[in-house]
C-alpha cells in the first residue's frame, strides 16, 4: 500500500512513517498544502493520511482539490481538531474516515487497511482472479491451493496487477508504487523488467495462466481474456 503522509508536524510525521513503513506500507510525506498539491499531480497513492491544519492552507481545501482534479484515492483526516463541522465537511468532501489525535499507531494502521480493503477490495481480506488469489491479512499469494513463495516487492506487484486489472501500467508507474516517488528521476525503468518476469515464472510454475502480458512501448497489463 502507497500512502501520502500530509503532516506539518514533523515529529509525528516521522513517527506514522517509521510505523507504517515497518508494517509494510510505502510512504512518502509533505508537510505543506502546496508540497501536497505537488505531490498529488505527480504521483499517486493508495490511501492519503491528510492533516486539517497546515502551516499554508486548510487540509479541507486538499479534499476539494482531490475532487477537482478527479484523483482516485482514498482519505483518511488526522487531526487535533475534534469539531464535528470538520468530520462531517471531512466525510462530505470524499474522506473516507476520521481519526482525532493523539491516537495509538496500531489503531490508525487499522483504519488504514480498512479504508483501503474498502477502497480496493470491496470490503473483503482476499482478492481473487480465477486461480489466482492474494489474501491482504496474512500476505499470502496462491495459485489454487498452491503458495507461491514471492518476494515482498513481487507481492506488491501482483496486488498491483490485480487491482488494475485489463489497464495498461507504465514501467514508471509501477516503479513509482513499488518503491516511491524518487524513481521518477531514475534514467530508466529496466529494473521492473526483471521484477514482473520473476512474477511471471512463479505464477507458470505453481500453474497459473500467463495473465501478465507486455504493452510494448509502454509497459504491462493483466489481461482477464487469457
Avoid at 507481492?155 to 501500467?169: G, H
Wanted: proline share 1%.
Amino acid at each position: 500500500m502507497k500512502v501520502l503522509i500530509i503532516e506539518d508536524n514533523k515529529a509525528v510525521a516521522s513517527n506514522i512513517y517509521d510505523y507504517l513503513s515497518k508494517e509494510g506500507c510505502l510512504c512518502e510525506v509533505c508537510h505543506t498544502y502546496h508540497e501536497a498539491e505537488d505531490k498529488l499531480l505527480s504521483f499517486s497513492y493508495d490511501t492519503i493520511l491528510l492533516d486539517i491544519m497546515l502551516p499554508d492552507g486548510n487540509g479541507l481545501n486538499i479534499l476539494r482539490f482531490i475532487q477537482s482534479e478527479k484523483i482516485e484515492t482514498s482519505v483518511l483526516i488526522i487531526s487535533a481538531k475534534n469539531a464535528l463541522d470538520d468530520k462531517i465537511t471531512g466525510l462530505d468532501l470524499g474522506a473516507d474516515d476520521y481519526i482525532i489525535k493523539p491516537f495509538h499507531l496500531p489503531e490508525l494502521h487499522a483504519r488504514l487497511k480498512a479504508v483501503y480493503r474498502r477502497k480496493n477490495l470491496k470490503g473483503d481480506q482476499v482478492i481473487q482472479f480465477n486461480e489466482i488469489s492474494v489474501n491482504t491479512s496474512t500476505m499470502e499469494a496462491k495459485v489454487d491451493t498452491t503458495v507461491m513463495d514471492l518476494t515482498k516487492k513481487e507481492y506488491d506487484l501482483l496486488l498491483f496487477f490485480l487491482i488494475n486489472k485489463n489497464r495498461v501500467l507504465t514501467r514508471q508507474s509501477i516503479a513509482e508504487h513499488l518503491w516511491g516517488d524518487y524513481t521518477d528521476n531514475l534514467a530508466n525503468f529496466d529494473f521492473v523488467y526483471q521484477h514482473v518476469k520473476n512474477l511471471r515464472k512463479k505464477i507458470s510454475m505453481a500453474g497459473g495462466k500467463e495473465y501478465i502480458g507486455t504493452v510494448y512501448g509502454l509497459g504491462y497489463k493483466f489481461d482477464t481474456n487469457v
